[in-house]
């Protein structure tokens, strides 16, 4: 009789457990992540390669900034700045292989993860150029501070590598 009922209080636990779980983790009024759809935001790749135009190439060109680099940085900006909630993101190329992601102060790490992806894949979609990408902090008022930097990797893993270095005033919160 223990034999049959065992398994089957068990079982009935387990089923009770999980919608438990299942029914108390799931909140209707939980706000949705502002950044999960941020791809899809206008402008999209597409439209960024075909508003950036074409790109100089070739052995007579001399990396380095130029318009199509400013009005890529534009339209990458106002894809976050005129969507709701609006963000106060910026970017500058600030050479021939580094850029400059500025991110508004107390953006959670793995939003400045995304964003700072996103902005090193779709320049690299762009331009063929695998940027250096150093993440600032950006405030009212005062000049920005440098939080972290992205990196390529190795060639063969294809592995971007986001290190944070906080200055010591900002660790203490």
Do not use: C
């Not at 899809?40 to 900034?65: E, F, H, N, T, Y």
């Amino acid at each position: 009789m223990i034999k049959r009922i065992l398994p089957l209080a068990l079982a009935l636990s387990i089923v009770t457990a999980a919608t438990w779980m299942a029914v108390h983790s799931w909140n209707p009024h939980q706000p949705d992540d502002p950044y999960r759809a941020a791809n899809s935001w206008p402008p999209s790749l597409a439209q960024l390669k075909r508003m950036v135009g074409a790109v100089p190439r070739g052995p007579d060109v001399r990396p380095g900034i130029d318009n199509t680099h400013i009005t890529f940085a534009h339209l990458f900006e106002d894809r976050y700045r005129n969507h709701s909630p609006r963000m106060a993101v910026g970017m500058r190329f600030m050479g021939p292989d580094r850029m400059r992601l500025m991110v508004p102060p107390r953006m959670e790490p793995w939003a400045v993860n995304r964003l700072a992806f996103t902005a090193f894949t779709q320049a690299r979609a762009v331009f063929g150029t695998e940027y250096k990408v150093d993440i600032f902090e950006n405030f009212i008022g005062s000049p920005p501070l440098k939080i972290g930097t992205l990196r390529a990797g190795d060639a063969q893993i294809r592995r971007l590598r986001i290190v944070y270095n906080y200055p010591p005033a900002n660790r203490e919160h």
